[in-house]
């Protein structure tokens, strides 16, 4: 048993912690206020307060809003018994946080030199908005210079500026370390001459959230040299931040990496405005949509339409009297951004040279990429495109096969031969895992010796899966580029595309390990480890490190922008670092691009991908945390209350991913006795990792199955929408558009089908309640088998005895209705007892899980029969139950098994 050696804290972060706080100070500054003059329970309160105000500036002194300066205040007021005054700042600061009101309008957080604009007043003039943020300067001066600094930056403030931003000072390295992992609303960074590296502000309460921050050591580094370490710990952990520097060193001695770790580099001597004009023009740099805007602007030019799209500018909708209430619902501006021309300021999405090129890069600076492209027909579309533009007709493809169908179909239109993974089951919830790395390389070890490597293109693994399982990219990257260095790695992220923006996700994220891979095999260091690794190896061991004079890097990741961030439905993108790419493949790509690609795309979606990216480079380190901090959430609250544990379980790490793959030991991330456990160490380690924004809810003690639950029970009851069941689970996702509101109501939902759980079975007679644990019994214990892919019949496969398989000549040989019949489901087993082979002609795909169990060209095995015949859901994609399942004839395949084998006979006379 893999020991476990996971951190806890009794919350899950900060930000948390934060809250409920100032929640706790905001009660008890109320309570004193009702005590009476030198009570006892205003002596007890008292000390409570304080307590709590001197936790408090262990925090605040990592935020400028409400910060330091506000706890100042609010410890005046005490000091001075001022409790009416106090509860009253508290109250107000309390529900600003909570609301992020100080993030539209400057004047509110202005504590230093105003006194606080109330909750009320702020509200009655919210319509001045601005956005605000904030620095980070990193400068070890006095609270006097500091006071000065903030004045000095304050009085080049304007009524005119789009933004405002107030500052938060650190005077150390750890310190400035920890603001940025903590203060989610730093959008720049400024570092001034040389910090100290310890922390003097690390307590007790925040230890447990600083575990990044603890694993660093630069102790050693000279004080001078820290300031551009910042520098790239600042890409590591915030990539979208402005960074600035500001130097006494001569342009001379400053390291090209130090002149390219930041956006500008000043020297001491310059004028102080210029760097606010730096920060204020970086800011809107980034705010900028070029396409959005462009669409804006041209919705708002009077304009003549002469071309196609009646509904353009709304005339055919406003002027109907039997639609206009449909013109009514979606507002004039969608009408009037309706059109069909791609100049007037606009842009073509099959070749973009303006607006739409512009905010495609805008968009692959975002992501770590080095090409980016928009997709407006989802990412099934996106799948396609990317498998069309590097595989041509016979490479042979690695795939798990419980990926998504595009990925099957793509397959078939490219005509490559895919070699079939099988991901590690778990049975007892009835759905599958992810494909462990050694099955990955056991099967191209079997290519190798068969001589078939060199077919071997592109391996394609989905990341994260539906029900969250996370790859470790890294590794997989790393040891399958040892045996196969110019391998294509296709990572359908397609449920990831939020992961960019978070430190522990992104480490696990196709464009971020590419550039890191990259960086590490052109470095002189890897040439000597390699060496070293080579010479340390026994006769006959494989190197497990790729050879830096072979290896490419060449990564495409498929995103559902729409699924997990603010896109209109079907708002996709392809993220691109290949090597390759501009020198070889971006022709053969923009043709599978326009194959594929509408000549009508839609420009609201185009226009929404453009805003999402503008959002997660502004919010998404902030948003995906909380999405995060929500889903623990409802995890806790699940696990914690008795009346949800008598019908409910949620899955854990442990439930969900088997002991070899987790290194750390990690098993879940919350018990109610421990609290909260880190879950760094194992998103750094383990094999695989659980995502916990999704949320598996065991409903087998319900007696009611997953699809069942969802339709009678969420669905039609509560009109809470899923989108995954299994035979026993259901499956909830947390995402940047989830409110505290949301799983409240949640929770609120589960508790009331647990209370009327409760009184069904008070109702229920003797003979019933035998039906029902009969049923419990089935959904907990009965659970049927999952099949693993059997293997392509010899007719199919590409070469006899070698994985891989012709899908496309069997796809196709299903086109003519002579070629196959429908064998009844109930009969299979007794056919292949009497010695058939049956062979499926199409896909057939059960919902759920909605990946195929069975390929055109695949055996039928028995375990895929008995699956089939258990399965009690109502879709199933390929297959008819009044007819049965569909096969190739018996003397189809005795002639197809002739023709092949003529082929292969001539194909190896012709290599001979």
């Known amino acids: 048993m893999t020991k476990n050696n996971t951190k806890s804290a009794p919350y899950y972060n900060i930000g948390q912690l934060r809250v409920d706080y100032w929640n706790k100070l905001k009660i008890e500054t109320s309570e004193i206020v009702r005590c009476h003059k030198g009570s006892a329970n205003e002596k007890a309160t008292k000390q409570k307060i304080n307590e709590i105000i001197k936790d408090l500036k262990d925090v605040e002194c990592f935020f400028a ?107 150390s390295f750890q310190d400035a370390i920890i603001a940025l992992l903590f203060n989610h609303n730093i959008q720049a960074v400024v570092v001034r001459y040389a910090p100290p590296y310890y922390s003097k502000l690390i307590s007790p309460l925040i230890k447990p959230y600083i575990e990044e921050v603890t694993k660093l050591d630069f102790s050693s580094k000279a004080e001078t040299d820290l300031g551009p370490v910042i520098g790239e710990l600042i890409k590591q952990f915030r990539p979208e931040l402005d960074a600035y520097y500001v130097t006494d060193t001569s342009l001379g001695y400053l390291k090209d990496s130090t002149i390219k770790g930041f956006r500008r580099i000043f020297y001491q001597t310059e004028d102080i405005q210029e760097l606010h004009l730096t920060i204020m023009r970086g800011i809107a740099e980034r705010y900028r949509t070029p396409f959005f ?83 407006t027909n989802g990412t099934s579309t996106a799948n396609k495109i990317v498998m069309q533009a590097l595989v041509q007709p016979h490479d042979v493809v690695l795939i798990d096969r419980d990926c998504h169908k595009s990925h099957h179909y793509g397959l078939v239109l490219a005509g490559a031969y895919p070699v079939y993974l099988d991901s590690y089951p778990i049975e007892e919830y009835s759905m599958y895992g992810a494909v462990p790395l050694e099955q990955i390389k056991r099967k191209l070890l079997q290519l190798k010796e068969a001589g078939r490597l060199e077919k071997v293109k592109m391996l394609l693994l989905t990341n994260c899966t539906f029900d969250g399982l996370v790859y470790n990219v890294e590794r997989v990257m790393e040891e399958v580029l040892a045996i196969k260095p110019d391998m294509v790695f296709l990572w359908d992220e397609a449920w990831f595309a939020f992961a960019g923006f978070n430190y522990n996700y992104r480490q696990r994220t196709g464009m971020f390990v590419a550039k890191k891979l990259y960086k590490k095999y052109k470095s002189p260091n890897y040439r000597i480890k390699y060496k070293k690794h080579l010479a340390d190896l026994r006769e006959g061991e494989h190197s497990s490190l790729p050879d830096p004079d072979k290896v490419l890097i060449r990564v495409y990741s498929t995103q559902s922008t729409h699924k997990t961030l603010s896109s209109f439905r079907q708002g996709s993108m392809i993220h691109i670092w290949d090597e390759d790419f501009r020198r070889k493949t971006v022709t053969t790509f923009l043709e599978a691009y326009m194959t594929h690609t509408s000549t009508s795309p839609n420009y609201q979606m185009l226009a929404s991908l453009d805003v999402s990216r503008r959002q997660v480079q502004f919010e998404g380190f902030e948003l995906v945390e909380k999405s995060i901090e929500l889903a623990m959430v409802l995890r806790a609250k699940v696990h914690d209350n008795p009346q949800l544990k008598k019908y409910f379980e949620v899955l854990t790490v442990g439930d969900f991913i088997p002991n070899n793959f987790r290194k750390t030991g990690l098993k879940e991330y919350y018990c109610k006795d421990e609290g909260w456990n880190r879950m760094g160490e194992a998103w750094e380690k383990d094999e695989f990792v659980l995502d916990p924004t999704k949320i598996t809810l065991y409903v087998g003690k319900t007696g009611v199955d997953g699809d069942t639950f969802k339709n009678k029970y969420l669905m039609d009851k509560f009109n809470i929408q899923i989108n995954k069941t299994s035979r026993n689970t259901v499956l909830f996702m947390t995402n940047i558009g989830t409110t505290r509101g949301s799983i409240t109501y949640l929770v609120n939902a589960l508790l009331k089908i647990a209370d009327e759980l409760d009184e069904e079975l008070k109702a229920l007679n003797e003979k019933e309640k035998e039906i029902r644990k009969r049923k419990i019994y089935s959904l907990t214990k009965e659970v049927p088998p999952l099949p693993d892919f059997s293997y392509f019949h010899e007719s199919f496969q590409a070469v006899p005895g070698v994985p891989g398989g012709n899908l496309r000549e069997a796809y196709f040989l299903a086109y003519d209705e002579e070629n196959f019949e429908y064998v009844p489901l109930n009969e299979c087993l007794s056919v292949m007892k009497k010695g058939r082979t049956l062979v499926a002609s199409t896909f057939v795909i059960p919902y759920p899980p909605g990946f195929p169990v069975l390929v055109p060209g695949q055996v039928v095995s028995d375990e895929i029969i008995n699956f089939l015949t258990v399965l009690d859901v109502s879709e199933i994609h390929g297959y008819r139950d009044d007819l049965g399942l569909r096969v190739f004839k018996e003397k189809v395949m005795n002639r197809h098994k002739i023709t092949t084998s003529m082929g292969a006979m001539l194909v190896g006379k012709k290599n001979s």
Do not use: C
Not at 130 to 145: P, T
């Open 293 to 375: 805007s462009a669409l804006v602007e041209y919705s708002q030019k009077p304009t003549g339409v002469f071309h196609a799209m009646p509904i353009a500018r709304g005339n055919s909708v406003f002027m109907s009297r039997w639609i206009n209430d449909f013109g009514e619902f979606y507002g004039r501006n969608m009408f009037l951004a309706e059109t069909s021309a791609t100049t007037g300021g606009l842009d073509s999405l099959l070749q973009p040279t303006g607006p739409i090129k512009k905010a495609q890069e805008k968009a692959r600076d975002a992501y770590g990429a080095l090409d980016t492209y928009f997709v």
């Open 65 to 171: 809003s409400p910060g330091k300066e506000r706890l100042r205040k609010l410890e005046h007021a005490f000091i001075s018994d001022e409790y009416a005054s106090l509860s009253k700042m508290v109250f107000d600061t309390t529900k600003q946080l909570l609301e992020d009101s100080y993030k539209s309008n400057p004047d509110f957080i202005d504590f230093e030199e105003h006194s606080m604009v109330s909750v009320e007043k702020h509200e009655q003039n919210s319509n001045v908005r601005k956005n605000h943020f904030e620095v980070l300067f990193i400068d070890n001066i006095s609270e006097q210079e500091e006071k000065k600094l903030k004045q000095d930056l304050r009085s080049f403030h304007t009524q005119n500026d789009n933004f405002s931003y107030n500052i938060v000072v650190q005077r």
